[in-house]
Each structure stands twice: as C-alpha cells, then as structure tokens.
C-alpha cells in the first residue's frame, strides 16, 4: 500500500520561507523610527520575526528525521543517509561561501577571507546539527537501545540548559573559528556568530524528536486530534516548563551549571509547537472545505470586491489615522487586494505555493546575495537599510515574495528550454 503522503509538511516550510523573506526584508528596510516596542502591530509584527528562524530549524530537523525514518531500508544503506551528508556538506560550504565579498575582493582590495567568514551561518547550523541527527541515528540502528525521539528530544534539551555554561567558558585558547562555531562569542570588536550550536542547535533536534513522533503515528498523523494536541500540549508546557527548569536546576549535577530555568528557548519551541498545530489544523479545514462545499465566484464579483476593498484602504490613508485598529484595517484593506490580485494575475495557485517551500536553500542563497551582499558584493540591500516607511517596507516585502514564488515557478521551465535547446 502507499505510503499517504503528509502534505502539510510541505505547507510548513513554505509558510517558513515567506515569513523569512518577509521578516528580512522588513528588518533590513525599515526606519528605526518605527520601531516602537509599545506599538501593538509592532510587537505582533516582532514576535512573528523572532519566531521564524526557530520554527525554520525545527522544520529542517523535523523533515530531514521524518524522511529518514520513513525510509524502508534503514541503517547506513538507507539512501536518505548518502543523500543527507552531500546536502549537508553543500549547507556548511555555501554558508562560508556567503560571508565571502568578490566585489570588495577585486575592487576595493580588501582580503578574500575577514572576521565574517569565520562566523557561523545559519546554513552551518544546520547542516553541523543534521550531521549529529545522522551519527545518533547510526548509533540508534548499530548500537544504542535508546527510542530515536527520546534520544534527540533529551540532546535538544541537554543543548539549551547547557547553553548557559557554555557561553560562560573561557575560549581564548581556541581559534575564533572554533569559538563561534559554539557560542556567540564575548569579544564584540569583530563579528559574531548568530546562530552557533548553543542552543540554535537544541531547535533541530526537537523538530528531530516531533519528526520521529510523526513517523511513529503513521496514520494517526493525518487526523484531527493530532494538531489539536499539539496546539494543547504546547499551551501546556508553555506554563509549566520554567516551573520544570527551576526544579531540574535544584537536582545534583545540573545545580552545578550556571542558571538556565529562564531560558526563553524551551517557551519558543512550545510556541512553535502551537504554530505548527494551527497551520496543520488550518490546511485541514481549508483541504476539506474546498472537497466538499461548492461555492464559485466570477471573477468580476471577484474583482470588484477587491476593487472596493482598495478603494476604502485608500480612502483610509487619506485621513489622519489615530488608533492601531485604525491603522491595522487601512493595511488590510489596502494591500490583501494587493495581494490577492497579484495571486491571480500571475496564475499563482497551491502547487506554487509548495514549490517555494520545496526549494527552500536555493530560495535561501539567492536571497542573502540580494539582500545581505552574498557573494558578489551586490549593493541592493543597502540601497534601502533603514530607510522606508512602514507602507513602503511591506510592499517591498511583497513584492520579494512574489518575486521568488515567480522564480521557483518558472526557472524549471526556463531550464528545461535551455536543456532542450542545447541538445538540437
């Protein structure tokens, strides 16, 4: 029988890389004068950023374990295993090769390699922890008796309580390469990882765990009560789990680290795992409404409704906004035509949506190289560094989204002509 295939899955790490494209590009563009923490669009607008580079490393550790798992042959000979260690030295590779500058190499005779290659990229960070994932997973098969899940769930706990410790060693001993591999390094005269082993780590092997989870439940995952519980389970353990950290700190051996009953990335992973139920719990309804209720619409009541939602946003813009519901409807209705129209014009639809989603490192590079001087050097991004307005950040947030949805849909076909052309 085949295997029933987890679609949401998909619907997850396509949701994560727009929301990165989105978070970047707001971050890079936006002018420091609206950066109000008291401001409630901006808070919520904030947690969404600060929540997309966990969830995304949850999901590489949550797919990267389920397809392992799910493999029929296990053990070294499981394909998943060959073709997870070429994926991961290509991530660790590209995320040095990121920090390189060619433009300032050759035209501004500044050195090839500087403090910002020794960094560790969020590529590094996954592919380091991926490898780990697949060295405990041989392990698991060959030698140790110990459940998958309890074995990664137990290391990403272990990663974070013991960040703390960590960053509090003395690494001078050590090449700053190695430090930044581990920590963020205390020496703040030249570049710092952001995103090294501890505790960014810990979010891949909890997703790790979840994956396993899913692989353990078959069928079951498919049904209601499975996102429903992890919308409970994360709710849960949202307000249990500093109680928990303070009593496992009183226990001998961890009374001996330095203190990490408040470390918030144990409350982000239960947040992520509510996330994560609500997206699974949404693609559900909206899977099942569009089986089996019939509604149609032509697309000149289509437009026209969109036409007057715009009409009104734009009336909106044109009076002096006070309240922040006032301000949250001119937005809505201003830019969800924006970008509902722009959906149907350029004949978007669900499969586009999954192919962002499916090619999430490509979309990753190319992104860094516009935005962050990836590479090449190029000056796009500081073009705009802290200069637009809230209305002009979100429509260049748009319009990056919609660039990249056009660019994975349509670079196989262009391709695939090339490859047929260069073969006549």
Same mark, same amino acid.
């Given at each position: 029988?085949?295997?029933?295939?987890?679609?949401?899955?998909?619907?997850?790490?396509?949701?994560?890389?727009?929301?990165?494209?989105?978070?970047?590009?707001?971050?890079?563009?936006?002018?420091?004068?609206?950066?109000?923490?008291?401001?409630?669009?901006?808070?919520?607008?904030?947690?969404?950023?600060?929540?997309?580079?966990?969830?995304?490393?949850?999901?590489?550790?949550?797919?990267?374990?389920?397809?392992?798992?799910?493999?029929?042959?296990?053990?070294?000979?499981?394909?998943?295993?060959?073709?997870?260690?070429?994926?991961?030295?290509?991530? @660790?590779?590209?995320?040095?090769?990121?920090?390189?500058?060619?433009?300032?190499?050759?035209?501004?005779?500044?050195?090839?390699?500087?403090?910002?290659?020794?960094?560790?990229?969020?590529?590094?960070?996954?592919?380091?922890?991926?490898?780990?994932?697949?060295?405990?997973?041989?392990?698991?098969?060959?030698?140790?008796?110990?459940?998958?899940?309890?074995?990664?769930? =137990?290391?990403?706990?272990?990663?974070?309580?013991?960040?703390?410790?960590?960053?509090?060693?003395?690494?001078?001993?050590?090449?700053?390469?190695?430090?930044?591999?581990?920590?963020?390094?205390?020496?703040?005269?030249?570049?710092?990882?952001?995103?090294?082993?501890?505790?960014?780590?810990?979010?891949?092997?909890?997703?790790?765990?979840?994956?396993?989870?899913?692989?353990?439940?078959?069928?079951?995952?498919?049904?209601?009560?499975?996102?429903?519980?992890?919308?409970?389970?994360?709710?849960?353990?949202?307000?249990?789990?500093?109680?928990?950290?303070?009593?496992?700190?009183?226990?001998?051996?961890?009374?001996?680290?330095?203190?990490?009953?408040?470390?918030?990335?144990?409350?982000?992973?239960?947040?992520?795992?509510?996330?994560?139920?609500?997206?699974?719990?949404?693609?559900?309804?909206?899977?099942?409404?569009?089986?089996?209720?019939?509604?149609?619409?032509?697309?000149?009541?289509?437009?026209?409704?969109?036409?007057?939602?715009?009409?009104?946003? =734009?009336?909106?813009?044109?009076?002096?906004?006070?309240?922040?519901?006032?301000?949250?409807?001119?937005?809505?209705?201003?830019?969800?035509?924006?970008?509902?129209? /722009?959906? /149907?014009?350029?004949?978007?639809?669900?499969?586009?949506?999954?192919?962002?989603?499916?090619?999430?490192?490509?979309?990753?590079?190319?992104?860094? @190289?516009?935005?962050?001087?990836?590479?090449?050097?190029?000056?796009?991004?500081?073009?705009?560094?802290?200069?637009?307005?809230?209305?002009?950040?979100?429509?260049?947030?748009?319009?990056?989204?919609?660039?990249? /949805?056009?660019?994975?849909?349509?670079?196989?076909?262009?391709?695939?002509?090339?490859?047929?052309?260069?073969?006549?």
């Amino acid at each position: 029988m085949k295997k029933k295939r987890l679609e949401y899955i998909d619907v997850l790490r396509s949701i994560a890389i727009i929301m990165m494209l989105e978070g970047h590009f707001m971050t890079l563009s936006l002018q420091s004068v609206f950066r109000d923490n008291q401001n409630p669009i901006y808070e919520l607008w904030k947690f969404s950023r600060g929540l997309t580079a966990p969830l995304f490393l949850c999901i590489s550790g949550l797919i990267f374990t389920y397809l392992l798992l799910s493999n029929k042959v296990q053990g070294w000979h499981n394909p998943r295993v060959k073709k997870g260690i070429k994926r991961i030295s290509l991530l @660790v590779l590209l995320g040095y090769l990121l920090q390189v500058n060619l433009n300032s190499f050759f035209f501004r005779d500044r050195p090839l390699l500087t403090s910002l290659t020794q960094i560790f990229h969020i590529l590094q960070c996954i592919g380091t922890s991926l490898f780990i994932l697949i060295i405990l997973y041989l392990l698991k098969i060959y030698i140790l008796k110990i459940p998958f899940g309890i074995l990664l769930l =137990s290391l990403g706990i272990f990663v974070i309580i013991f960040s703390p410790t960590l960053h509090e060693a003395n690494f001078s001993n050590f090449p700053r390469m190695i430090e930044n591999i581990f920590i963020i390094s205390k020496n703040k005269t030249l570049e710092r990882s952001v995103f090294p082993l501890f505790p960014w780590a810990g979010y891949v092997f909890l997703g790790g765990s979840l994956g396993t989870l899913i692989t353990i439940l078959k069928d079951y995952a498919h049904h209601y009560l499975f996102p429903v519980t992890l919308i409970l389970v994360g709710l849960l353990c949202k307000h249990l789990i500093y109680f928990v950290l303070e009593s496992l700190q009183l226990l001998p051996l961890f009374n001996t680290l330095e203190p990490f009953q408040y470390q918030y990335e144990p409350v982000r992973f239960c947040q992520i795992l509510v996330f994560i139920g609500v997206v699974i719990l949404a693609h559900k309804i909206i899977v099942y409404a569009s089986k089996n209720i019939t509604f149609r619409m032509n697309k000149t009541t289509i437009y026209t409704l969109l036409g007057i939602c715009f009409s009104v946003g =734009s009336y909106l813009f044109t009076k002096e906004i006070k309240t922040t519901n006032q301000t949250l409807t001119a937005y809505l209705l201003f830019f969800s035509p924006i970008v509902i129209t /722009l959906w /149907l014009t350029t004949r978007c639809n669900y499969n586009t949506f999954l192919t962002i989603g499916q090619n999430t490192l490509s979309v990753y590079v190319f992104h860094v @190289v516009i935005l962050y001087r990836g590479f090449f050097g190029f000056k796009l991004g500081g073009f705009f560094k802290d200069q637009l307005t809230p209305f002009y950040a979100i429509t260049g947030a748009i319009i990056l989204v919609f660039f990249f /949805l056009a660019y994975t849909q349509y670079t196989p076909i262009l391709m695939n002509k090339i490859y047929r052309l260069s073969r006549k």
